[in-house]
């Protein structure tokens, strides 16, 4: 079935060490994003892909990179996690059907739960 | 600032119990999704609802789009202890040149609901 994979569902890292998340996508849809969280809030958007353009939300820390080498594969890179950046991470997709048509709907990945010792 | 305003923010019912979620904004959106999110699992998509005064019963669950598409409600009767979830709104803002938006959808902040046996 098509979906949003990611994985590791389950990650651990120590404090200050690169960690990287992944997300697939076999919905062939040109909108990818990445979200962040805690526990019972909504979830915080960090940034989104359209096509290849990168869109950096304003709040984002320098700390969170992301890079999508082709349309079905996206990575979250925390370079320096610290333990506030402990959280829940969701990929998401959507078709965007261009400037003047509204967004289709979000498709979430299960998330990776990520833990900082 | 907050786009969408959700309320309330936590809902603790019996079971049976009747319920109402709103999802408010000054903005006009062109389509508005509703998401139910379990802990430890990405949101999984309810209902989409695109026209003005817009309503859509999935089982027990009602959701209506407002007339002026800037305002949505769900309602749940008689509430199960398996409807506990964190319940998300979120909405793709309209616009004659949507620009820096393309692509993205405005969540609310969720509304924690807990129903118990």
């Known amino acids: 079935d098509a979906m949003v994979i990611q994985n590791p569902r389950y990650q651990v890292t120590q404090f200050g060490k690169p960690v990287t998340l992944s997300c697939s996508q076999t919905?062939?849809?040109?909108?990818m994003y990445w979200y962040q969280q805690k526990s019972s809030q909504a979830p915080k958007l960090l940034f989104h892909y359209y096509d290849k353009d990168f869109n950096n939300e304003a709040d984002t820390p320098d700390n969170f990179q992301s890079r999508r080498p082709n349309t079905s594969f996206c990575f979250l890179d925390i370079r320096s996690p610290g333990l506030g950046d402990a959280a829940m991470y969701l990929c998401?997709?959507?078709?965007?059907?261009?400037?003047?048509?509204?967004?289709?709907?979000?498709?979430f990945g299960p998330g990776t739960r990520l833990t900082v010792l | 600032t907050q786009l969408l305003e959700q309320s309330p923010q936590f809902l603790s019912i019996q079971e049976g119990e009747n319920l109402t979620v709103y999802c408010n904004s000054s903005?006009?959106?062109?389509?508005l999704q509703w998401y139910r999110q379990e802990p430890g699992e990405g949101p999984v998509l309810l209902v989409t609802?695109?026209?003005?005064?817009e309503v859509k019963k999935l089982k027990r669950l009602t959701f209506q789009f407002g007339d002026a598409r800037k305002d949505s409600s769900l309602h749940i009767t008689a509430a199960q202890p398996g409807d506990t979830g964190l319940y998300l709104c979120?909405?793709?803002?309209?616009?004659?040149?949507?620009?820096?938006?393309?692509?993205?959808?405005?969540f609310g902040r969720g509304t924690q609901l807990t129903v118990w046996p």
């Open positions: 919905l062939n849809h040109n909108v």
């Open positions: 903005s006009v959106f062109s389509s």
């Open positions: 998401a997709t959507s078709r965007e059907g261009g400037r003047w048509v509204s967004t289709d709907t979000q498709y």
């Open positions: 609802v695109v026209t003005g005064g």
């Open positions: 979120a909405g793709d803002v309209q616009g004659t040149d949507r620009g820096s938006t393309l692509g993205r959808l405005y």
